[in-house]
């Protein structure tokens, strides 16, 4: 055990303002480290039965809480900010012991995380409401905003820390309360967070997380229970239908961040050192797995060779190992079923005739060679589904218009990238990508100053950014006669 502050793993879900260290099922589960297969912690195995004890108490809560000024609640996610920075070295060993990315893109997305609840924290203070000139000469109109109450939150296990941090610093910014459901692969990392938010003085019942492996049963108690407002949740697009279709019956708020197919275009008049440093970025970040990143890599006819070739090099010396070894820059995958997805889309794509430049192969255990693979066509799985994983196919185009096409023909929507200097052409492709984000001349998109979001079947609402606070807030007209 490497952490310094031992109290940042407590062996037990925060159901309605206690930590309890066994769940009403009598059952355990463990949490590994994909690097090695350690078990790293055992956790009591919560359902249905602690998720609805803790929307009890999160709804007593949230009153009180919403009723406290913007400056009060800030001044707790402030001191939550600076625990995170303080204890940065503590959550990123957390992070890579159960989800095996490198220590030091840990320590990255901690800084990530504790951005959002920053920002959010300064956004407590300015959620302004509107008055509207009467439309009679008695009539005053007013619009207030107010929290939307109890929110549900269910993230995933690629970003443990951020993906929770963007939900919670901005439901509890405007006066919402949180039950959190992470990832069964990465609970660690919203315990630790919950650990620092008691610290930082947030009343406990309004933040709680549950340990449990069910997630469907836990997502069900979520949906289905009335003093839950609102669904948040990151995760793949096909659970993300499930959760709409459950909401569906009490019109439950919902925003959803979910799966994507980033498309990352290359035209003849890219910069392509600076192409391939983005594509290194917007595809082996964290080895393949975010939502954001680079699935098909687009490239022009006439730059198609040089950039492979180019592409090629680079990644063939970058180093995959145990997250925690010196030099190391790409992890494991997350577990089995994640490393048999990359293998399989490998193969396919081999079998339709696409070539090995590096890599190709597994590594043993849950490691996988990086890899690009040239002449990538529509027909492989790789160009419909998102890998996930560390593997670059090339897809060779020859103009603006056909690569458009090409890039839009997907049902997701979330980022997408392009590398190009002519100005006209920058625009008109901006304008005609279906996504919700654009990446220009960079690979490299994330901030809590911007809005995140996609899409079509990437989802709806955005995080982060002033825009980022309208998912958690009602709009109240108000309309005052007789004066
Ligand atoms: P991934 O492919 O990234 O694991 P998932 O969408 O399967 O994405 O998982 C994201 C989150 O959704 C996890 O916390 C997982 O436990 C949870 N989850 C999975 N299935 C359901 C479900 N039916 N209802 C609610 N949550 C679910």
């Known amino acids: 055990n490497r952490l310094a502050d031992k109290s940042l793993l407590p062996a037990a879900g925060l159901i309605a303002g206690e930590w309890r260290a066994a769940a009403a099922s009598g059952k355990q589960f463990n949490v590994t480290n994909p690097a090695t297969g350690a078990v790293i912690a055992t956790l009591p195995d919560m359902g249905a039965a602690e998720t609805a004890e803790a929307i009890d108490a999160a709804h007593a809560a949230q009153v009180e809480w919403a009723a406290r000024t913007g400056k009060e609640r800030a001044g707790i996610l402030r001191k939550l900010h600076d625990l995170m920075v303080a204890h940065a070295d503590d959550l990123a060993t957390i992070i890579t012991a159960e989800m095996g990315k490198p220590w030091a893109e840990a320590r990255g997305e901690v800084l990530y995380g504790a951005s959002y609840v920053e920002w959010f924290g300064e956004e407590a203070k300015r959620v302004y409401g509107e008055t509207i000139p009467g439309h009679q000469r008695d009539k005053r109109l007013m619009v207030i905003r107010q929290p939307v109450g109890v929110v549900g939150a269910i993230t995933p296990w690629n970003f443990p820390n951020a993906m929770l941090a963007r939900k919670m610093a901005p439901a509890l910014a405007v006066g919402c309360a949180m039950v959190a459901k992470p990832a069964e692969q990465t609970p660690l990392s919203a315990l630790a967070l919950a650990v620092l938010a008691e610290r930082a003085g947030l009343p406990l019942a309004l933040l709680s997380v549950i340990t449990g492996t069910d997630g469907p049963a836990i997502g069900k108690e979520l949906c289905y229970n009335p003093k839950i407002r609102k669904i948040t949740f990151t995760g793949s697009t096909e659970v993300g239908r499930i959760l709409m279709r459950q909401g569906a019956d009490q019109i439950k708020k919902m925003s959803m961040e979910l799966g994507g197919n980033a498309p990352f275009i290359v035209f003849n008049d890219a910069d392509l050192d600076a192409a391939v440093e983005g594509a290194l970025i917007a595809k082996f970040r964290n080895n393949g797995q975010t939502c954001v990143c680079a699935n098909r890599i687009y490239v022009q006819a006439g730059v198609y060779d040089a950039f492979a070739d180019k592409l090629a090099a680079a990644v063939a010396k970058l180093q995959t190992g145990d997250g925690f070894a010196e030099g190391v820059v790409l992890g494991p995958l997350v577990d089995g079923d994640a490393l048999a997805k990359v293998e399989a889309h490998v193969a396919d794509a081999c079998a339709q005739g696409a070539s090995v430049l590096t890599g190709g192969k597994g590594l043993g255990g849950l490691f996988y060679a990086p890899t690009v693979l ?57 304008e005609a990508l279906e996504y919700g984000m654009v990446g220009i001349n960079t690979g490299l998109i994330s901030t809590e100053v911007a809005p995140f979001g996609g899409i079509k079947q990437s989802g709806q609402g955005r995080e982060g950014s002033h825009h980022g606070i309208d998912d958690y807030l009602e709009t109240k007209y108000l309309c005052l006669g007789g004066v």
């Open 374 to 430: 040239k002449g990538a066509t529509p027909a492989m799985r790789l160009a419909r589904e998102e890998t996930f994983g560390p593997v670059a196919p090339l897809f060779r185009f020859d103009t603006v218009e056909e690569v458009i096409r090409l890039a839009n023909d997907t049902e997701f929507g979330l980022a997408s990238y392009f590398y190009a200097r002519d100005i006209a052409q920058v625009y008109r492709v901006a």
